[in-house]
């Protein structure tokens, strides 16, 4: 029996995906999705407040002639809980939002009133500027007052900035140079354990020239040879003795390995076990018998 849920299906070598025949489906065909009311609303049929949240089976399509700089929009199909009469509603993505079309009204869409709101009052001052020229005046100083507070703020905003960079690069500098001392410092004592090796090797070592053929070759003969011609004198690297005595091998021991060795050499010798003989000098096997006489057959 084949498996319910398979990765690999088999295709027989003749197999032609062309020929599968397609299916012919409208050209804004309706979609059923699942999805939760964008925004509270209000049947407009019998009163029914739907909270937003609510989770529809709705149906979905595109909106024929409609599209914001080439997004598509998308209208929804769902039906009241009291009365099951048809709620419709589609996306906006002018506002990132999605607005009621049909069958219900939202409850409560503050943001959408402001630029009314906005556009009334400019319209109201307007019309008392015209027939105020004193109020008019007013508003200007008021609206200069306004800016050269808000270029106040800004140019204390730019100080603090700068204040603050200024201060950041200080820090930076003072962080910088302590890394560099540092680094020095290193440098230093590196130098110095460098040169206290280099110094520990030539008390050590000791190079002197070697003593061969060529030297007494050079010595016996009488013809004189310029610097540049004369060749190099083979040198011997030798290890001198040390100047005090050497160290004895229990003293390079570590502490542990030492303490150890002390006290296997004071521990008491084990006793040893005698064995247990006879006046006469013949062992006793306690684990085995004494073999008896076979009969002998007459």
Excluded at 80 to 85: K, M
Excluded at 170 to 196: C, F, N, P, Q, W
Aim: aromatic share 6%; charged share 35%; with cysteine.
């Amino acid at each position: 029996m084949s498996e319910r849920k398979v990765l690999n299906k088999y295709f027989p070598p003749d197999f032609d995906p062309s020929l599968i025949p397609r299916r012919k489906q409208p050209k804004n065909s309706q979609q059923v999705v699942r999805l939760m009311a964008p925004f509270s609303m209000r049947c407009n049929t019998c009163g029914e407040y739907i909270y937003k949240g609510k989770k529809f089976n709705a149906r979905k399509e595109t909106v024929d002639g409609e599209d914001y700089y080439g997004i598509k929009i998308f209208r929804f199909y769902i039906k009241c809980t009291l009365c099951s009469a048809e709620i419709t509603f589609k996306t906006d993505p002018k506002n990132t939002d999605y607005s009621a079309e049909h069958g219900a009204s939202r409850n409560f869409e503050p943001w959408r009133e402001e630029k009314a709101v906005e556009e009334e009052d400019r319209l109201a001052k307007l019309e008392e500027e015209e027939n105020n020229p004193m109020k008019a005046l007013e508003n200007r100083t008021v609206d200069s007052k306004r800016e050269m507070d808000i270029l106040d703020a800004l140019q204390d905003i730019r100080a603090r900035n700068a204040r603050n960079e200024r201060v950041g690069q200080s820090v930076d500098l003072v962080e910088r140079l302590g890394a560099e001392e540092i680094e020095t410092m290193e440098d230093r004592r590196r130098k110095l354990e460098e040169e206290e090796d280099e110094k520990l090797v030539r008390e050590v070592f000791q190079k002197i020239p070697a003593a061969g053929p060529s030297s007494a070759s050079g010595s016996s003969g009488h013809t004189s040879q310029s610097p540049e011609e004369e060749a190099p004198t083979p040198v011997v690297t030798l290890k001198r003795k040390a100047e005090g005595a050497e160290p004895d091998l229990h003293s390079l021991l570590p502490e542990e390995t030492r303490a150890l060795l002390s006290a296997k050499a004071f521990a008491p010798a084990p006793p040893v076990k005698k064995k247990k003989t006879n006046l006469m000098g013949i062992k006793i096997n306690k684990g085995k018998g004494v073999a008896k006489p076979k009969p002998v057959a007459a």
